[in-house]
């Protein structure tokens, strides 16, 4: 069992940047696939980012690539995600998640944060 508690949401500029963090319990954190996934009002959720177990594999969404960066410490048993030039559009709740197994952007993940609110003002 993992249980993920995802901080570091808040209101910013558009152009601006924030970091969210993904804390999560158990002594196996290492061994999972993280993923971070978002949902704007009225949308369905989508995913934004993952991240390998030894961090050494990310895949991006095309929406987010080249602005946004995923990395992991397992020994704080955490995965961070980066967010520079944010833009009204990346106005969502944010959910980590973690997955037994490869990479992957559905949302196979076995186990899920609560979200935390980003808000982008233009």
């Known amino acids: 069992q993992v249980q993920l508690v995802e901080s570091g949401g808040g209101l910013v500029q558009a152009g601006g940047s924030l970091r969210l963090s993904c804390a999560a319990s158990?002594?196996?954190?290492?061994?999972?696939?993280m993923g971070w996934f978002r949902q704007a009002p009225g949308k369905v959720r989508e995913f934004v980012a993952t991240?390998?177990?030894?961090?050494?594999?990310?895949i991006y969404a095309d929406s987010v690539k080249g602005r946004f960066t995923i990395s992991r410490d397992n020994a704080k048993n955490t995965v961070y995600l980066q967010m520079n030039s944010l833009k009204p559009e990346d106005t969502a709740v944010y959910y980590c998640?973690?997955?037994?197994?490869?990479?992957?952007?559905?949302?196979?993940?076995?186990?899920w944060g609560q979200g935390t609110q980003v808000t982008v003002s233009s």
């Open positions: 991240i390998s177990w030894s961090g050494s594999s990310t």
């Open positions: 998640a973690a997955r037994d197994g490869a990479l992957a952007m559905g949302p196979t993940y076995q186990y």
């Open positions: 158990g002594r196996t954190f290492s061994r999972y696939t």
